[in-house]
T-cell receptor, first 113, second 118 residues
Framework: NAGVMQNPRHLVRRRGQEARLRCSPM?????VYWYRQLPEEGLKFMVYLQKENIIDESGMPKERFSAEFPKEGPSILRIQQVVRGDSAAYFC???????????FGPGTRLTVL | AQKITQTQPGMFVQEKEAVTLDCTYD???????LFWYKQPSSGEMIFLIYQGSYDEQNATEGRYSLNFQKARKSANLVISASQLGDSAMYFC???????????????FGKGITLSVRP
Protein backbone atom coordinates (compact mmCIF):
# COMPACT_ATOMS: atom_id res chain seq x y z
CA ASN A 1 0.00 0.00 0.00
CA ALA A 2 1.69 3.15 -1.21
CA GLY A 3 2.00 5.99 1.26
CA VAL A 4 0.85 9.55 0.82
CA MET A 5 2.31 10.92 -2.38
CA GLN A 6 3.08 14.54 -3.10
CA ASN A 7 4.37 16.09 -6.27
CA PRO A 8 6.39 17.82 -7.23
CA ARG A 9 8.93 17.35 -4.44
CA HIS A 10 10.60 20.61 -5.32
CA LEU A 11 9.02 23.57 -7.09
CA VAL A 12 10.63 26.83 -8.10
CA ARG A 13 8.50 29.79 -9.12
CA ARG A 14 9.13 33.45 -9.82
CA ARG A 15 7.15 36.10 -8.01
CA GLY A 16 3.72 36.49 -9.52
CA GLN A 17 3.49 32.96 -10.95
CA GLU A 18 1.09 30.26 -9.81
CA ALA A 19 2.08 27.19 -7.82
CA ARG A 20 0.06 23.96 -7.86
CA LEU A 21 0.88 21.31 -5.30
CA ARG A 22 -0.64 17.85 -5.55
CA CYS A 23 -1.38 15.28 -2.90
CA SER A 24 -2.57 11.72 -3.43
CA PRO A 25 -3.75 10.25 -0.11
CA MET A 26 -3.19 6.69 0.93
CA UNK A 27 -5.57 4.18 -0.63
CA UNK A 28 -8.87 4.19 1.19
CA UNK A 29 -8.24 7.56 2.88
CA UNK A 30 -10.84 10.22 2.25
CA UNK A 31 -9.53 12.89 4.64
CA VAL A 32 -6.73 15.23 3.59
CA TYR A 33 -4.93 17.92 5.57
CA TRP A 34 -2.47 20.54 4.31
CA TYR A 35 0.23 22.04 6.53
CA ARG A 36 2.93 24.63 5.87
CA GLN A 37 6.37 24.62 7.47
CA LEU A 38 8.39 27.81 7.33
CA PRO A 39 12.17 27.55 7.89
CA GLU A 40 13.06 26.75 11.51
CA GLU A 41 9.38 26.42 12.45
CA GLY A 42 6.89 23.71 13.20
CA LEU A 43 4.08 22.79 10.86
CA LYS A 44 1.08 25.10 10.73
CA PHE A 45 -2.34 23.79 9.74
CA MET A 46 -3.85 25.28 6.62
CA VAL A 47 -6.91 23.31 5.50
CA TYR A 48 -8.79 20.05 6.04
CA LEU A 49 -10.79 18.49 3.23
CA GLN A 50 -12.91 15.44 2.62
CA LYS A 51 -13.90 14.35 -0.85
CA GLU A 52 -15.42 17.39 -2.60
CA ASN A 53 -15.79 19.31 0.67
CA ILE A 54 -13.72 21.79 2.64
CA ILE A 55 -14.24 20.98 6.32
CA ASP A 56 -11.92 23.46 8.01
CA GLU A 57 -9.98 26.23 6.26
CA SER A 58 -9.22 28.27 9.35
CA GLY A 59 -5.48 28.23 8.63
CA MET A 60 -5.66 29.31 5.00
CA PRO A 61 -4.61 32.84 4.07
CA LYS A 62 -7.67 34.72 2.86
CA GLU A 63 -6.17 35.67 -0.49
CA ARG A 64 -4.27 33.81 -3.20
CA PHE A 65 -4.58 30.36 -1.57
CA SER A 66 -7.18 27.74 -2.43
CA ALA A 67 -7.55 23.99 -2.02
CA GLU A 68 -9.71 21.29 -3.49
CA PHE A 69 -10.16 17.56 -3.20
CA PRO A 70 -12.26 16.40 -6.15
CA LYS A 71 -14.19 13.18 -6.34
CA GLU A 72 -11.56 11.79 -8.67
CA GLY A 73 -7.87 12.63 -8.55
CA PRO A 74 -5.51 14.20 -6.05
CA SER A 75 -6.02 17.08 -3.71
CA ILE A 76 -4.62 20.33 -5.06
CA LEU A 77 -3.25 23.28 -3.10
CA ARG A 78 -3.09 26.29 -5.36
CA ILE A 79 -1.17 29.48 -4.66
CA GLN A 80 -1.75 32.35 -7.06
CA GLN A 81 0.67 35.24 -7.60
CA VAL A 82 3.31 33.76 -5.32
CA VAL A 83 5.51 36.01 -3.18
CA ARG A 84 8.85 35.28 -1.51
CA GLY A 85 7.10 34.74 1.82
CA ASP A 86 5.33 31.71 0.33
CA SER A 87 8.64 29.85 0.21
CA ALA A 88 8.18 26.92 2.57
CA ALA A 89 7.68 23.18 2.77
CA TYR A 90 4.06 22.17 2.22
CA PHE A 91 3.00 18.87 3.72
CA CYS A 92 -0.09 16.86 3.01
CA UNK A 93 -1.42 14.26 5.43
CA UNK A 94 -4.26 11.80 5.07
CA UNK A 95 -6.35 9.70 7.40
CA UNK A 96 -8.99 7.03 6.89
CA UNK A 97 -11.58 8.80 9.01
CA UNK A 98 -11.03 6.63 12.04
CA UNK A 99 -8.07 5.71 14.15
CA UNK A 100 -5.43 7.95 15.55
CA UNK A 101 -2.79 8.74 13.02
CA UNK A 102 -2.42 11.22 10.21
CA UNK A 103 0.01 9.86 7.64
CA PHE A 104 2.26 12.49 6.12
CA GLY A 105 3.58 12.78 2.62
CA PRO A 106 7.21 13.73 1.89
CA GLY A 107 6.33 17.37 1.35
CA THR A 108 6.78 19.85 -1.50
CA ARG A 109 9.52 22.42 -1.10
CA LEU A 110 8.42 25.64 -2.77
CA THR A 111 11.03 28.27 -3.54
CA VAL A 112 9.92 31.65 -4.83
CA LEU A 113 12.63 33.64 -6.57
CA ALA B 1 -7.07 27.66 21.38
CA GLN B 2 -4.43 24.99 21.67
CA LYS B 3 -0.76 25.69 22.17
CA ILE B 4 2.32 23.48 22.23
CA THR B 5 5.56 24.68 23.82
CA GLN B 6 8.94 23.16 23.13
CA THR B 7 11.65 25.38 24.57
CA GLN B 8 14.71 23.19 24.89
CA PRO B 9 17.71 24.32 22.90
CA GLY B 10 19.45 21.77 20.75
CA MET B 11 19.83 18.55 22.69
CA PHE B 12 22.82 16.24 22.66
CA VAL B 13 22.95 12.65 23.86
CA GLN B 14 25.58 9.96 23.84
CA GLU B 15 24.81 6.89 21.77
CA LYS B 16 23.05 4.17 23.82
CA GLU B 17 22.00 6.66 26.50
CA ALA B 18 18.39 7.71 27.15
CA VAL B 19 17.15 11.22 26.45
CA THR B 20 13.99 13.14 27.37
CA LEU B 21 12.51 15.77 25.06
CA ASP B 22 10.14 18.18 26.79
CA CYS B 23 6.70 19.24 25.65
CA THR B 24 4.09 21.25 27.48
CA TYR B 25 0.68 22.06 26.12
CA ASP B 26 -2.25 24.30 26.83
CA UNK B 27 -5.85 23.54 26.00
CA UNK B 28 -9.29 23.97 27.44
CA UNK B 29 -10.52 20.82 25.72
CA UNK B 30 -11.44 17.83 27.85
CA UNK B 31 -10.61 15.26 25.20
CA UNK B 32 -7.45 15.58 23.16
CA UNK B 33 -4.61 13.60 21.66
CA LEU B 34 -0.88 14.17 21.90
CA PHE B 35 1.64 13.12 19.27
CA TRP B 36 5.34 13.08 18.62
CA TYR B 37 6.80 13.21 15.12
CA LYS B 38 10.39 12.88 13.95
CA GLN B 39 11.73 14.91 11.04
CA PRO B 40 15.17 13.78 9.83
CA SER B 41 17.31 15.93 7.56
CA SER B 42 15.61 14.36 4.54
CA GLY B 43 12.48 16.25 5.57
CA GLU B 44 9.72 13.70 5.89
CA MET B 45 7.48 13.58 8.97
CA ILE B 46 7.56 10.25 10.76
CA PHE B 47 4.91 9.39 13.35
CA LEU B 48 6.41 8.06 16.58
CA ILE B 49 3.81 7.81 19.32
CA TYR B 50 0.29 8.84 20.38
CA GLN B 51 -1.28 9.45 23.80
CA GLY B 52 -4.99 10.03 24.36
CA SER B 53 -5.93 12.37 27.19
CA TYR B 54 -8.07 9.69 28.80
CA ASP B 55 -5.49 6.94 28.51
CA GLU B 56 -4.42 5.93 31.98
CA GLN B 57 -1.22 4.25 30.90
CA ASN B 58 1.70 6.07 29.35
CA ALA B 59 2.06 5.17 25.68
CA THR B 60 5.06 3.12 24.58
CA GLU B 61 6.28 2.19 21.09
CA GLY B 62 9.53 0.27 21.05
CA ARG B 63 12.28 2.60 22.27
CA TYR B 64 9.86 5.51 22.54
CA SER B 65 7.72 6.23 25.56
CA LEU B 66 5.58 9.21 26.41
CA ASN B 67 5.72 10.54 29.96
CA PHE B 68 2.21 11.97 30.22
CA GLN B 69 1.50 14.16 33.24
CA LYS B 70 -1.99 15.51 32.73
CA ALA B 71 -2.11 17.80 35.75
CA ARG B 72 1.10 19.47 34.67
CA LYS B 73 0.04 19.46 31.01
CA SER B 74 3.25 17.87 29.91
CA ALA B 75 3.89 15.09 27.39
CA ASN B 76 7.61 14.44 27.33
CA LEU B 77 9.12 11.97 24.89
CA VAL B 78 11.68 9.52 26.26
CA ILE B 79 13.98 7.79 23.80
CA SER B 80 15.88 4.89 25.32
CA ALA B 81 19.14 3.47 24.00
CA SER B 82 19.75 6.33 21.54
CA GLN B 83 21.04 5.47 18.10
CA LEU B 84 22.88 7.62 15.58
CA GLY B 85 19.81 7.47 13.36
CA ASP B 86 17.80 9.25 16.05
CA SER B 87 19.52 12.53 15.16
CA ALA B 88 16.66 14.67 13.84
CA MET B 89 14.11 17.35 14.69
CA TYR B 90 11.34 16.19 17.00
CA PHE B 91 7.92 17.79 17.04
CA CYS B 92 5.23 17.53 19.68
CA UNK B 93 1.67 18.03 18.44
CA UNK B 94 -1.87 17.87 19.74
CA UNK B 95 -5.43 17.83 18.47
CA UNK B 96 -8.87 18.34 19.88
CA UNK B 97 -10.85 15.11 19.91
CA UNK B 98 -14.03 16.14 21.68
CA UNK B 99 -16.03 17.17 18.61
CA UNK B 100 -14.33 15.61 15.64
CA UNK B 101 -12.67 12.58 17.14
CA UNK B 102 -9.65 11.64 15.12
CA UNK B 103 -10.60 13.96 12.26
CA UNK B 104 -9.14 17.20 13.47
CA UNK B 105 -6.17 19.39 12.70
CA UNK B 106 -2.86 19.00 14.50
CA UNK B 107 -1.23 21.90 16.33
CA PHE B 108 2.57 21.60 16.35
CA GLY B 109 5.31 22.97 18.55
CA LYS B 110 8.43 24.54 17.08
CA GLY B 111 10.48 21.39 17.52
CA ILE B 112 13.67 20.29 19.22
CA THR B 113 16.89 19.30 17.49
CA LEU B 114 18.44 16.12 18.84
CA SER B 115 22.01 15.13 18.01
CA VAL B 116 23.28 11.70 18.98
CA ARG B 117 27.05 11.51 19.56
CA PRO B 118 28.95 8.30 18.80
Amino acid sequence: NAGVMQNPRHLVRRRGQEARLRCSPMKGHSHVYWYRQLPEEGLKFMVYLQKENIIDESGMPKERFSAEFPKEGPSILRIQQVVRGDSAAYFCASSPGQGNEQFFGPGTRLTVL
Amino acid sequence: AQKITQTQPGMFVQEKEAVTLDCTYDTSDQSYGLFWYKQPSSGEMIFLIYQGSYDEQNATEGRYSLNFQKARKSANLVISASQLGDSAMYFCAMRDEIYSGANSKLTFGKGITLSVRP
